[in-house]
């Protein structure tokens, strides 16, 4: 008969495992510090042997790092998503905003419609609680924790989705955003009526998503992503028409 006897698993063998879950799950995000050697075998009820052999694994897989005097940390697994000639395309072409802007309609309108379904209470609490905190921060445009919101916001969206792939794909999109690299945000926010229009939106994404309504959870995000794409539309030509009014200022002022 084909039986082995079963072999206990080595308890570096079980760390191993549970930080890969934290991990491949989004709860422990690249860059992010792990506790101390003696905290985290309290936590996990293992040696400090064990423990070092579980890290050092995984630093040799590439899933942690390790700096001196700093600790250890979650590696970047992100990092090599997009390739920095292709990165320096998206930042100089205007065609890749709207490519992106409608890649993050069709991702994040699924991603809300399975958040309705699929969050837990908790993921529906974290996103009622960032949401209370956007409406008390203001205005992104004048307030740096406003704008962190806004994106904690869409990502908490992702992370409720429990899709693995779907989640490290897009965070991996937030970041570029965060470094400017599709549009300034803050330009966007400044336009006159864009803080207020956002809020609601973002009201509304909330409201469904609490309601488990599917359905309006992913009309709402759709509708959000549509008025930012207009809003840029509305902004890169309210830029052409300033240019060319500067050149006929000084074409009429050059005359006389």
Known sequence: MPFQKVQPEKLSASVVKQIEQLILRGILSPGERLPAERELAERLG???PSLRDAIGELQARGLLASK???????ADVLGSAFSPALIQLFATHDEAVFDYLSF????EGLAAERAARFGS????????AIFEKMEAAGNPATSEEAAK???QFHSAIMDASHNVIMLHMMRSMFDLLREGVFYNRR??????????ALLEQHRAINAAL????????RTAVEAHLDYVKQALTDHQRAERNAEVARQRLEHETGRG
């Open 187 to 196: 330009i966007m926010f400044q336009q006159h009526t864009t803080y207020e």
């Open 46 to 48: 293992v040696s400090r």
């Open 68 to 74: 001196a005097g700093s600790g250890v940390f979650v």
């Open 121 to 128: 209470d908790y993921d529906l609490q974290v996103i009622q």
């Open 210 to 217: 609490q309601a488990r309504d599917p359905q309006a959870a």
């Open 149 to 151: 919101l806004d994106a």
């Open 104 to 107: 993050r309609r069709d991702m």
